[in-house]
């Protein structure tokens, strides 16, 4: 982990893989990072969009890919949500940019986390208002 984070591949000493996301998503699309203590985000574009940046690393001991938890959607904290996942090795599965309103859509609000619940799944890829950034990602 300190050599991941002396490289500037991870942010902090929480999950690798949520850091590993925000880098080599951030890297990809052209997306400035913001301080770990922005609430809602993680980075933006030079057009200003915010992009809330999510990964979930799928396993043979957990095959969910329900991403983290998603906090206060009512205020569009974001403009997209930039989704990855991964397999064991952390190859890129699929990966996908999702607008919020499709994110809203296809979310549901769980009281106990107090959080919207986005389980992503392949087929996410399939709206048209949803951009495939796999390609992009998995050559990086």
């Not at 990964?55 to 890919?65: K, Q």
């Not at 979310?107 to 392949?122: D, E």
């Amino acid at each position: 982990m300190s050599a991941l984070k002396e490289r500037g591949v991870i942010r902090s000493s929480n999950n690798p893989v949520a850091d590993y996301t925000e880098s080599l998503v951030s890297k990809v699309l052209g997306l400035s990072l913001v301080g770990q203590s922005q609430a809602g985000f993680d980075a933006t574009d030079p057009s200003g969009r915010r992009y809330q940046i999510k990964g979930r690393r799928l396993t043979a001991h957990n095959t969910s890919p329900q991403l983290s938890a998603i906090r206060n959607l009512d205020q569009r904290p974001f403009d997209f949500l930039a989704a990855v996942a991964y397999d064991t090795n952390l190859s890129v599965l699929y990966a996908a940019l999702i607008p919020i309103e499709v994110v809203a859509e296809l979310s549901r609000f769980s009281k106990h986390s107090n959080s919207h619940v986005l389980i992503f799944r392949r087929n996410i890829l399939d709206n048209p208002r949803v951009t495939n950034i796999t390609q992009s990602l998995a050559a990086a």
